[in-house]
Nanobody, 122 residues
């Protein structure tokens, strides 16, 4: 079993930056592809970014491409999401998740963290 804990969420002004972290315990993350998802108020959970188990391949939602960067440090069992040029519409709870499949389908992600709140003020 993999336990995931996100951190780094905060209240920031539009145009600001944050770095979210997702620390794992229980099993090594190097066996998993990792994803970041978010859920804004009264909206469905949506895919944000994903990274392959090795870190060699990444993929982003169009809405965050060029502004967000996903990375991982398997030695530290941690995945990161750098958020730059934040917009009010980026306000959401951000979740990290682990999957054995290379996909954006949330159903393939078997392990989820509890989420961290990002609020962007205008």
């Amino acid at each position: 079993q993999v336990q995931l804990v996100e951190s780094g969420g905060a209240l920031v002004q539009a145009g600001g930056s944050l770095r979210l972290s997702c620390a794992a315990s229980g099993r090594t993350l190097s066996n998993y592809h990792m994803g970041w998802f978010r859920r804004a108020p009264v909206k469905e959970r949506e895919f944000v970014a994903r990274i392959s188990w090795s870190g060699g391949t990444t993929y982003y939602a169009d809405s965050v491409k060029g502004r967000f960067t996903i990375s991982r440090d398997n030695a530290k069992n941690t995945v990161y999401l750098q958020l730059n040029s934040l917009k009010p519409e980026d306000t959401a709870v951000y979740y990290c998740a682990a999957a054995l499949s290379w996909t954006t389908d949330t159903r393939a992600y078997a392990h989820w963290g509890q989420g961290t709140q990002v609020t962007v003020s205008s």
